[in-house]
């Protein structure tokens, strides 16, 4: 488990993180997926006691801690349930990230309390239809008028859409490419349209929905850091939230093999239990090893993170090695199952479905690819 490099701050946080979700979340999550429930009364839950927070200042409101404790949390709350994970990963890592880099005083005071207690929750509006890994072609628009800005145009995909009470939302406000996209601190109200819950394979306790923009009035000081500088901040922030996607990622991992360790110790065929066969040992052997290899690569990346020090391309690393772990651990768990695996009577078929999306959001395993190659080798990559 790797936690003799912890320190003992983060143990605690761990701990705390760990018995929250075993008492709150894992006894629910068979019947919150099977009823697509988004248990918001329970993310309310978590800003009470800092997990929704977990690297805004004390001041502000948050628990004041580093990246390292917030992937500890986001991969105890994984390990209970994936769909719970991406709603507090989205608030803390895509909502109130980006506040605290880009936002001014202000904005700071008048969010990130707010959605440090969960009296509100978050949303980051950047992909569209027609603009996913192509982030720079987005069309969104924002029109600036004497006071402020008017917003129009549709996003897709949008987590925590369907309960957020404020949206990162970014829009063009200049001319095509990279330096023509600006941010915005949203609101729901006149002109703008909550669509659509979206139905997906997996992550069936997380909002994800369709928004729409008609003339959506936004005030001036509601433009989250400097005009045409919003794309960038836009891939600074995933930056840091592919790391806590890798940390969801180890949590997936770690509950396909609990339950597959589990059940190859019980299930009895051919005069004794299915553990003493190679064939079940060296499967669950491989995934224990690679799982202990991406929560390292995932906390040496937080750490980067911490320090201060460039930590894209070992983010990518985490989040393209992290994710393929958990979709081979959930493969693992089905197999080992056998036809119960199969069966939505057990949880394998879910972490099987919810595994899969770590390799898809906040950039797919390709561009992981790409931004580890540019790396290696540069302008001659491009």
Known sequence: MTTTLLSETHREVQALAREFAQREIAPNAAAWNADHHVPVEVLRRMGEIGLLAV????????????ATSLCLV???IARADAGTSTAVAVQNGLVAAPLMRAGTPAQCAAWLPRLATGEIFGAYAL???DAGSDTASLRTRAAEHADGWSISGSKQWITNGGFA?????????????AKGVSAFLVEPGPGFEVGREIPKMGLHTSSTVELVFDGCKVPGVNMLGKPGEGLKLALTTLDGGRITIAAQACGIAQAALDLATEYARSRVAFGGPIARFQGIQFPLADVA????????LTRHAAALRDAGEPHGIVGAKAKLFASAVAVEAADVAVQTLGGYGYSSEYPAERYYRD??????????????????????LGDSAR
């Not at 009470?165 to 001319?175: K, N």
């Not at 090893?289 to 390292?296: E, N, Q």
């Open 165 to 177: 009470a404020l949206f990162v939302v970014f829009a063009r406000t200049g001319g095509p490419g």
């Open 127 to 129: 992909t569209e239809p």
């Open 74 to 76: 986001v991969e105890e």
């Open 55 to 66: 690297t805004v200042p004390e001041e502000l409101g948050g628990a004041g801690l580093d």
């Open 355 to 376: 595994a899969k999306i770590t390799e898809i959001y906040e950039g797919t395993s390709q561009i992981q690819r790409l931004v580890i190659a540019r790396g290696l």
């Open 289 to 296: 090893a690679k799982l202990d290899a991406a929560r390292l």
